[in-house]
């Protein structure tokens, strides 16, 4: 990259290091820990200590060379990198260069989320001409890879985030989640749309874009119309439980009180081909965008973007398809409304893979 300069009298590695460009997930700055990779040598990125991949340089054994520059693993540990590749500036000793911090594997998620790749040949939408006017034109969006969290986010885990004081009290009172015990593992609800976003900041994740949302639900196939495929959810049966969706209108489930546990196991049906539960029912799903009225029109209503649908008896089959959408008010808030959070894959070039 640059040419090598002469270390001066103060030693730069003293000086702050700035990040340019990063291919990598960042290391976990709350209780999640996003051990998702393995270095060169097979070791993951904690057991090897952000470990280098093996030829990247030969002067890792300490934390400076012997000209007093840098070395890979304290560069990757001062970028706050697990792992993947980043171009940094400067090394201590007044050189641009790029630094490894090893491979990251997507198949190798963080802690209780699933990878779905990147597409750019998704078709979104409806082409159905029954189809809600909400859900058309049909259309290509380019989606980049990203993780996504397996469950809805629990109660437990949001009170967890409130106790951090990184996250405000969700509503109480009917059927609302937060502060019953016996529902730590259902998914947290009656949250608004801000709480939303200040939970998934707390554990460095944002809530997902709409076009990902619906990628994840439909398992990247655009003719897929329930996460699980095309057969109605009235018509699901689990030989392992009697909550194979978590949803009133199926008759295995009955007369739903209140929203189901997202730790069911193999009961619940309501799962995509990359293993992401209740995309379709138990509660529905704040995310990132704004609505509009239609894909043609732009997003600038106020309201936020809800998808997927809910516990609640009065929601139809077709609203618990992987096209259907919903909005509300960002402080809006409902018995039958949560969230997931999701983590981009990102590429050297600042997009996504």
Not at 234 to 256: E, F, I, K, T, Y
């Amino acid at each position: 990259m640059s040419t090598q300069h002469s270390p001066p009298a103060t030693p730069r590695h003293l000086l702050p290091i700035r990040l340019f460009l990063v291919t990598a997930a960042l290391a976990a700055t709350s209780a999640t820990a996003f051990v998702a990779c393995t270095t060169g040598d097979g070791r993951t990125a904690a057991d090897a200590g952000y470990g280098d991949d093996a030829g990247d340089l030969a002067a890792d054994a300490g934390a400076f060379d012997a000209q007093g520059c840098r070395d890979n693993v304290s560069l990757c540990k001062a970028a706050n990198l697990v792992c993947g590749t980043a171009l940094l500036f400067d090394d201590g000793c007044g050189r641009d260069r790029e630094v490894n911090c090893g491979h990251c594997i997507p198949g190798s998620a963080p802690v209780g989320m699933s990878v779905m790749a990147g597409s750019t040949v998704f078709r979104m939408g409806n082409a159905l001409p029954t189809g809600s006017p909400t859900e058309k034109p049909q259309h290509v969006e380019t989606i980049g890879g990203f993780w996504i969290d397996i469950h809805e986010v629990s109660t437990s885990a949001y009170t967890a985030c409130v106790a951090a004081k990184a996250c405000t009290p969700a509503r109480t009172g009917g059927t609302c989640n937060y502060g019953i015990r016996t529902r730590s593992t259902h998914p947290i609800n009656c949250v608004d749309w801000y709480q939303a976003n200040a939970y998934c900041s707390y554990r460095g994740l944002r809530l997902p874009t709409e076009p990902e949302w619906e990628y994840a639900a439909r398992g990247g196939v655009a003719g897929r119309a329930y996460p699980w495929g095309n057969q109605s959810p009235v018509g699901l049966r689990s030989d392992a439980g009697d909550l194979p969706v978590c949803w009133s209108g199926n008759p295995d489930a009955g007369a739903l009180k209140s929203t189901c546990p997202t730790d069911r196991g193999a009961e619940n049906l309501d799962k995509s081909s990359t293993g992401v539960f209740d995309l379709a029912a138990n509660v529905r799903e704040w995310t990132l965008d704004g609505w509009s009225p239609n894909y043609a029109s732009p997003r600038a209503s106020v309201f936020r973007v809800q998808r997927g649908g809910g516990w609640f008896a009065d929601v139809t089959a077709e609203s618990l398809n992987g096209l259907h959408r919903s909005s509300n008010l960002p402080t809006g808030t409902a018995a039958d409304v949560g969230f997931r959070c999701l983590l981009p894959l990102v590429a050297r070039d600042g997009g996504t893979l």
